[in-house]
């Protein structure tokens, strides 16, 4: 008798562990499942590409180092001692345009004026479609004891062979279209016949992102002035000097402010450090996804920084949900009514007050149905199932998803800014790492830039193109216009900048 009881307590051992190897079983196929849809052809508005930004940062520096200065060749000899000059780099069929400036001296009063020699300072340059030579000539003048003669213009690079034109097009075709140097280099050769080395071009890139970092700090103080931002981040990796054999992970931290300029951070971890750091004089409203650090920062910080939820990843999670049950279908259901008065809304072009009022109407009641529909709900469902999983986010988050509605300023997501960070699959092919954790600042710069035209619809090489032109000889409290919020202002003659992209 106690052997058939001791037989039969094993096997309904054995079978309560076969139903949980079963359900685990389950579970696991679920998750593949879900990993071949995000990955292998998922829903092109709910699927996500795990490196977002990284497929956009395509073409970043690929080289550990770049040059100090721009290559010149040991050619010429005077006295019997080589001196060396700069590499001739366009052909002479190229179409010159000479540019006369006489001194102001000379121009107001010519009479006496002898003129005895000239200074010519040879300039590449964009002029869509093609590259020209610019000469400016520059004669000097000798009258009695004096001489005279007319400064060069401020230029993007002192004493670089490179007009703002040539400049504002390699850093839109590298940035921006996914084009590594190295494919710009084939290009100039053969479609112009111009000799550029992806060296010499590098060095243009780098005191380029040098030139721009006043905007890009202009754009930093702007956004921290403000009280509301979102915030995001996505992986990179990068080659760091000191480790041998391998790429290491850094992160770019991805800031902004709806219709206003976007800022890219360069940090070399994911840790709560970076945002810390930047946020550290930041008072207000913070809209992120459920990363740990953000919350974590929030929860330190209670009394001055608000956490403001993303319902569009609320979204995803019912949408992966509903591979595992039909139920998930009535909760995407009813996020799709708080997104169908969002969109209304954008119809109608409302502003704050009446996306409150609208919101706390309409948009109320179906988080008070949502909220009491995921607590019943949680007690028959799995914890570790794709529906349990998506409540527990969600209810984690409930104060934070709840910001949006008595708050017209705030968006419903956080799709602003994941929008700005949307990754090209031409860049993808096109790019594999950062060659040196000193190109991810300098990327930081000009991706902020770029970000912030696409927010703005802005064409990248015309902004980028004035400010290499005026920038040079602006003065410190003129750097603000150079943002591409202002820019885009003083253009339009707007109060406030067009924004582009809106979820």
Same mark, same amino acid.
């Given at each position: 008798m106690n052997t058939d009881t001791t037989l039969l307590e094993k096997l309904e051992e054995m079978s309560a562990r076969i139903v949980a190897l079963e359900m685990e079983n389950r579970l696991?196929?679920?998750k593949l499942d879900q990993y071949i849809r995000h990955y292998f052809g998922g829903s092109r508005n709910e699927g996500l590409d795990k490196h977002q930004l990284e497929l956009l940062l395509q073409g970043l520096?690929?080289?550990v180092t770049l040059p100090a200065a721009e290559p010149k060749t040991t050619t010429a000899t005077r006295n019997g001692t080589a001196h060396p000059v700069? *590499?001739?780099?366009? /052909? @002479?069929? #190229?179409?010159?345009?000479e540019i006369v400036i006489e001194p102001a001296e000379v121009q107001v009063q010519p009479d006496g004026w002898r003129k005895i020699s000239e200074e010519r300072t040879s300039q590449l340059d964009w002029v869509a479609p093609k590259i020209i030579k610019r000469v400016y000539i520059r004669p000097r003048y000798v009258k009695q004891e004096r001489f005279a003669?007319?400064?060069?213009?401020?230029?993007?690079i002192e004493q670089g062979m490179v007009g703002p034109g040539l400049l504002a097009q390699i850093l839109v075709s590298k940035y921006e279209?996914?084009?590594?140097?190295?494919?710009?280099?084939?290009?100039?050769?053969?479609?112009?016949?111009?000799?550029?080395?992806?060296?010499?071009?590098?060095?243009?890139?780098?005191?380029?992102?040098?030139?721009?970092?006043?905007?890009? *700090?202009?754009?930093? /103080? @702007?956004? #921290?002035?403000?009280?509301?931002?979102q915030a995001d981040e996505t992986p990179i990796r990068y080659l760091d000097p000191d480790v041998k054999g391998k790429s290491q992970q850094g992160y770019l931290w991805v800031y902004s402010r709806p219709k206003s300029d976007v800022l890219f951070e360069w940090r070399v971890s994911r840790a709560r450090a970076g945002p810390e750091e930047f946020l550290k004089n930041f008072r207000g409203k913070l809209q992120t996804d459920g990363y740990?650090?953000?919350?974590?920062?929030?929860?330190?910080?209670?009394?001055?920084?608000?956490?403001?939820?993303?319902?569009?990843?609320?979204?995803?999670?019912?949408?992966?949900?509903?591979?595992?049950t039909k139920l998930a279908a009535w909760f995407v259901g009813q996020i799709g009514q708080l997104y169908a008065v969002e969109k209304q809304l954008r119809k109608q072009k409302a502003g704050p007050a009446l996306r409150q009022t609208m919101r706390v109407w309409q948009s109320q009641p179906v988080m008070t149905r949502l909220h009491r529909a995921m607590e019943l709900v949680?007690?028959?469902?799995?914890?570790?199932?794709?529906?349990?999983?998506?409540?527990?986010?969600?209810?984690?988050?409930w104060t934070a998803l709840n910001q949006f509605i008595t708050d017209g300023i705030l968006e419903i997501d956080n799709n602003l800014i994941e929008n700005s960070i949307r990754p090209s699959a031409l860049g993808k092919r096109n790019w594999m790492f950062i060659g040196h954790p000193e190109a991810g600042e300098r990327s930081a710069v000009i991706y902020t830039l770029l970000g912030s035209c696409r927010r703005l619809g802005i064409n990248p090489f015309d902004y980028l193109k004035d400010l290499f032109t005026r920038l040079p000889a602006a003065k410190i409290t003129q750097i603000k216009q150079f943002t591409p919020a202002m820019w885009v202002r003083a253009r339009t003659g707007a109060s406030q900048p067009a924004q582009q992209n809106l979820p």
């Open positions: 696991l196929r679920q520096p690929n080289v700069r *590499r001739m780099l366009v /052909e @002479d069929k #190229l179409e010159t345009q003669l007319a400064p060069l213009p401020p230029q993007p279209y996914h084009q590594p140097l190295y494919r710009q280099e084939k290009m100039f050769r053969q479609q112009f016949g111009v000799e550029l080395s992806r060296k010499t071009m590098g060095y243009w890139v780098e005191q380029a992102a040098e030139l721009l970092k006043p905007v890009y *700090r202009a754009i930093r /103080e @702007d956004l #921290l002035a403000g009280n509301y931002l740990g650090a953000y919350e974590s920062l929030a929860k330190s910080r209670s009394g001055d920084l608000t956490l403001v939820g993303c319902w569009a990843h609320v979204r995803r999670g019912f949408h992966e949900a509903l591979a595992e949680r007690r028959k469902t799995l914890p570790q199932g794709l529906l349990g999983q998506a409540i527990d986010y969600t209810l984690k988050r």
